[in-house]
């Protein structure tokens, strides 16, 4: 009798083990993603950040098989939204957008920003907003090589527009003032559409500003040059920068990221996740339509272009 409740007891104690190991429901319960995801915007509905992430939106649900909850966090330019972003548990289920060089800049520029650039880590770069110099329609420049002739004939007297201080407008305004040999004044106002508005009023001679404003006011102005790496696919005819004679690029890029310690295996189903979305039909050309350029660098890619661009602008800060 003890014999054949042992046999038995055996058994059972096989088939337990043979279920536990290939039960399909803890499998999946331990799958990433198993529960939604919050997308955290760290700046007020309606910008850049949140058309984007609005549109990315439900091809993400679509693609991770999960809700996306997108939520608000501004302040500080983005700083508030990042802080929370570095003490979150990192577990894949907490997103924020970046831009750069904003993530750069502040920590370089105040110490007390919440964040340091290297807890953020990138899951991947989507789109970029190149910045453009401009001046007014009526004005007699015609060229960015005429502006910098005027700047060098009268150093300190050209105006020149950009939305706020440590931000890439003021980080491109510096570039090309080392790189031309001039000096100009750089008048920073809070946000992209109170500089622009400002510089259609008459309150600046120039203006940087970004690809998908300056798309609405092509009429308003002549546009000298982008920072875009290649022709802007809106503005075919426009110089880049590097084409007028100045190494430079200037962009606001944005992408995704997790803090540190995320799960390597959780950042590339991210990866994935995001970069598929630009192979869509439509949604490269949705972007070019809106005045942005799709990018697609991944983690890795990411990491590597966030180390260029710091490294570029520490030198703007000794």
Not at 37 to 57: H, K, L, M, N, W
Not at 146 to 166: C, E, R, W, Y
Not at 209 to 231: F, H, R
Request: proline share 7%; with cysteine.
């Amino acid at each position: 009798m003890k014999r054949k409740i042992s046999i038995f007891m055996s058994a059972v104690f096989i088939v337990l083990m043979l279920a536990s190991c290939s039960a399909p429901a803890k499998e999946q319960s331990n799958s990433y993603p198993d529960k939604s995801i919050t997308y955290s915007i760290p700046f007020e509905p309606g910008g850049q950040s949140d058309v984007e992430a609005r549109r990315q939106q439900p091809y993400l649900e679509k693609q991770l098989g999960q809700k996306i909850v997108i939520q608000y966090k501004p302040g500080g330019g983005g700083s508030v939204g990042w802080s929370e972003l570095v003490n979150k548990k990192p577990d894949g289920y907490f997103l924020a957008g970046i831009n750069i060089p904003h993530i750069i800049l502040q920590p370089l520029a105040n110490k007390d920003t919440g964040y340091k650039t290297e807890e953020i880590i990138p899951i991947a770069i989507f789109q970029a907003t190149p910045i453009a110099i401009a001046v007014s329609k009526d004005s007699d420049i015609q060229t960015l090589e005429q502006l910098v002739q005027k700047a060098k004939a009268s150093p300190g007297k050209i105006t020149v527009a950009g939305s706020g201080n440590h931000t890439g407008h003021h980080m491109a305004f510096l570039r090309l003032q080392e790189l031309a040999g001039i000096e100009m004044q750089y008048v920073p106002f809070d946000g992209a559409g109170p500089s622009v508005q400002a510089f259609l009023g008459g309150n600046t001679e120039a203006i940087l500003a970004n690809s998908s404003d300056l798309l609405t006011y092509t009429e308003d102005m002549k546009i000298l040059a982008i920072g875009s790496e290649e022709t802007f696919e809106p503005m075919p005819d426009i110089p880049t920068f590097k084409e007028a004679g100045y190494h430079m690029t200037a962009s606001i890029d944005r992408g995704i990221a997790v803090p540190s310690g995320t799960d390597p295996k959780v950042i590339k189903a991210l990866e994935r996740a995001f970069l598929d979305i630009l192979e869509e039909p439509g949604v490269k050309d949705q972007m070019y339509k809106e005045g942005f350029e799709p990018k697609m660098m991944g983690h890795k890619e990411s990491l590597k272009y966030i180390e260029m661009k710091t490294e570029e602008y520490k030198s703007m800060y000794q």
